[in-house]
């Protein structure tokens, strides 16, 4: 490693590093730009590949184009007037001339009026063509069809819902999604690291390098997805602007830390980020190849959206890890010493830790370890209680956004005056020779609408011995109730012999993914924990010390996801949380979190080599504490910008991961881990020689 820190920052191959990043971001700048038309947003990029709703999408391609409605609600209180009336049938007769945007104008259907006697609301079905390019234009789609339909007024509601609807309001909530998250991530980098550094000219190269990292790993993500068949999404992507800002900002605090010491023992700054590197490189090495596995692991995952996610993640990660060794270095030695200004540490100076705020909280924490560390673990063990209050079983619409767009609205009206699952029909495909005897079981299912089986308009029926039909709900298509529905309709028509019927849909979709997303949870967290166990015992080379730090992990993400609970119960009133929801939150908090525990614990492993464990302990929590502290504020800055975005399930995971990081910073790592390894001493190297030889210069590292 010290070859290799020596080449990095050398007095001639400084500029070449420079310079080699320099024509990697002129490459890699305008394919970074193209990544958001590369997103694939479809059902298909989230669905599970094997699941049933995902084979009856596939194949309902062959009778038709994809195709997604959009439903115009009309309203008013009394019911609806003469002129109402009259205007009604005039929009859809402009409706059915329109063809802006993929809008299937032709196909539209309607009006249909509510069944009471004076009717009080219509509802008009409008078709939109969904092909490769239908989740950008959903929105301009949406808004031709409001041109024509405007927004009522005079006491009629206008309103635009179903599927078509939702589609347009959650493509707003994306729309800038990358640019909304990278300027709240930039902002918090640079508050917390002029906080840090109190320096305004140091911040700018933590912020230059974790900018080029952010581009690079979006041009090669970019290239993937275009020629290698990579999955990119709107969650994938904004999560990927999150992940290298937090994890390249937080490598980046590692080293100027070490950096800066080494300034005040070597005069020459060459030799001093030499040193650097040298030291602090395998933490991050292990630390960022901690991430990198734990988002590999992720490719496990039956959820297309959470499989797509994992090689995405462990791209940024890599490439923040690779200008973090490369480039921030040689920029620092380049600019010198003066770049810290004010505060410049000069040769020779003594170096601020070793008498600062956690060298004493370390002394004070060495009195009593004991009763800290099981006081700690009891106050964490309490706020996990709060889990009882945990409602990941999905969101509805409704419940989806933090204020009631159009759509919300709109469905709203239209479950008061028709059918509940109007707007998100049941999908079924059968053999045509089986298709009466599939058609009879499924009207006959409780919860589906008797006479509501249609084929969709501008639908073939039939195609290459496959039959197509549409079911209506009688329940709200994001219910419960409508999933239930679902898996009751499938216990009917899978049993019809040569039937081969599959049933599908939004809600059939929705279903799927619950059941996927449960699987996931089971298969993906223990994996994690033992990608990480593995990677502290061979980084530690010791056992004991990585099965209590897993166990400080667990214990810290359920006290996180307790107070979250919690939260978003009484503070925000949120009505639940995702079905993934637990598990992102867990492998952002375990892959990101254990970044401190290899910090830590390696610097304390090698004061231990000389002064013992004990003393170790001390000396490693007053040199890493402020970094540490440093990067989970930075960290927990850059998660909680998901909150910018009007989406809850992004809010509640930003919120989350944020107090987590926030709980493993200043609490579990600073406190409970530190009290713990005061507490067991040198045992916790275990089975390690270190184990039973504490420490001593005297008796050498050999074989360590």
């Not at 290799?4 to 007095?11: K, Q």
């Not at 589609?167 to 709240?184: H, N, P, R, V, W």
């Amino acid at each position: 490693m010290r070859g290799v820190a020596r080449l990095l920052c050398g007095r001639r191959t400084k500029w070449l590093v420079v310079v080699l990043w320099l024509v990697v971001l002129v490459l890699a700048a305008p394919l970074a730009g193209k990544l958001m038309g590369a997103q694939d947003n479809d059902a298909a990029s989230w669905l599970p590949s094997s699941a049933e709703s995902t084979r009856v999408w596939e194949e309902s391609k062959e009778f038709r184009p994809e195709i997604i409605t959009a439903i115009v609600v009309y309203a008013r209180e009394g019911g609806l007037t003469a002129a109402d009336r009259a205007r009604i049938t005039e929009d859809e007769r402009r409706l059915t001339t329109l063809s802006a945007h993929g809008v299937r104008g032709e196909e539209t259907r309607g009006p249909l009026y509510d069944t009471r006697t004076a009717p009080s609301a219509a509802q008009i079905f409008v078709p939109i063509t969904m092909d490769e390019k239908g989740w950008e234009r959903i929105g301009p789609a949406v808004d031709s069809v409001r041109d024509i339909v405007g927004d009522g007024g005079g006491g009629l509601t206008v309103h635009i819902t179903g599927p078509g609807g939702v589609a347009a309001d959650s493509s707003d909530a994306f729309s800038g999604i990358d640019s909304t998250l990278l300027l709240a991530a930039l902002a918090v980098v640079i508050v917390m690291l002029l906080i840090t550094y109190r320096s305004p000219s140091l911040l700018v190269l933590p912020v230059v390098s974790v900018v080029a990292a952010l581009l690079t790993a979006q041009a090669v993500i970019y290239l993937l997805a275009a020629h290698a068949g990579l999955t990119v999404n709107g969650q994938s992507a904004g999560i990927l602007t999150v992940l290298v800002f937090g994890a390249g900002t937080d490598y980046a605090l590692l080293l100027v830390a070490r950096y800066r010491e080494e300034l005040r023992r070597h005069e020459d700054r060459h030799e001093a980020m030499a040193r650097a590197l040298h030291r602090a490189g395998p933490a991050v090495l292990a630390s960022s190849g901690t991430v990198v596995l734990s988002m590999l692991v992720l490719l496990a995952a039956e959820m297309n959206s959470t499989r797509g996610l994992g090689p995405v993640a462990a791209i940024g990660v890599a490439i923040a890890l690779i200008a973090m060794l490369t480039l921030l270095p040689a920029l620092l030695v380049i600019f010198g010493r003066w770049v810290f200004w004010p505060v410049v540490p000069h040769f020779g100076t003594p170096e601020p830790t070793e008498h600062g705020f956690w060298a004493r909280t370390g002394q004070r924490l060495a009195v009593h370890p004991r009763r800290i560390w099981v006081g700690t673990a009891l106050v964490l063990a309490a706020l996990s209680l709060g889990l009882v209050q945990l409602r990941a079983a999905g969101l509805s619409n409704a419940d989806s956004f933090p204020g009631t767009p159009d759509s919300v609205a709109g469905q709203e009206i239209q479950e008061r005056y028709f059918p509940a699952g109007a707007g998100s029909p049941l999908v079924v495909i059968a053999a045509a020779d089986r298709s009466s005897q599939v058609r009879a079981a499924v009207e006959r299912t409780r919860g589906v609408l008797p006479g509501s089986l249609v084929v969709p308009p501008g639908t073939r029926p039939v195609h290459e011995g496959r039959a197509i039909f549409e079911a209506t709900l009688t329940d709200a298509g994001d219910s419960d109730a409508a999933e239930r529905t679902v898996e009751r309709v499938r216990n009917a028509v899978h049993p019809i012999a040569g039937a081969d019927a599959l049933v599908g849909g939004d809600t059939a979709a929705a279903l799927d993914m619950d059941h996927a997303t449960r699987h996931d949870n089971v298969l993906i967290i223990p994996l994690v924990l033992l990608v990480v166990l593995i990677i502290l015992a061979l980084v530690l080379r010791a056992l004991l010390a990585p099965l209590l730090l897993i166990a400080t992990v667990v214990l810290s993400f359920a006290a996180a996801l307790g107070v979250s609970a919690l939260v978003f119960r009484h503070v925000f009133d949120y009505a639940g949380e995702t079905t993934d929801f637990p598990l992102f939150v867990f492998v952002f908090l375990v892959a990101l979190g254990i970044d401190y525990n290899i910090f830590l614990t390696t610097r304390i492993r090698e004061e231990a080599l000389h002064q013992g464990t004990r003393a170790g302990v001390v000396t490693g929590l007053a040199a890493t504490g402020a970094v540490i502290t440093s990067a989970g504020l930075v960290l927990a800055g850059t998660f909680a910008a998901l909150g910018t975005l009007p989406v809850v399930a992004f809010a509640e995971i930003g919120f989350a991961v944020a107090l987590g990081v926030l709980l493993d910073t200043l609490v579990v790592r600073s406190v409970l881990v530190t009290s713990l390894f005061l507490d067991i001493g040198p045992r916790v190297w275990w089975p390690h020689r270190l184990a039973h030889e504490d420490g001593g210069a005297e008796r050498g590292t050999a074989g360590v």
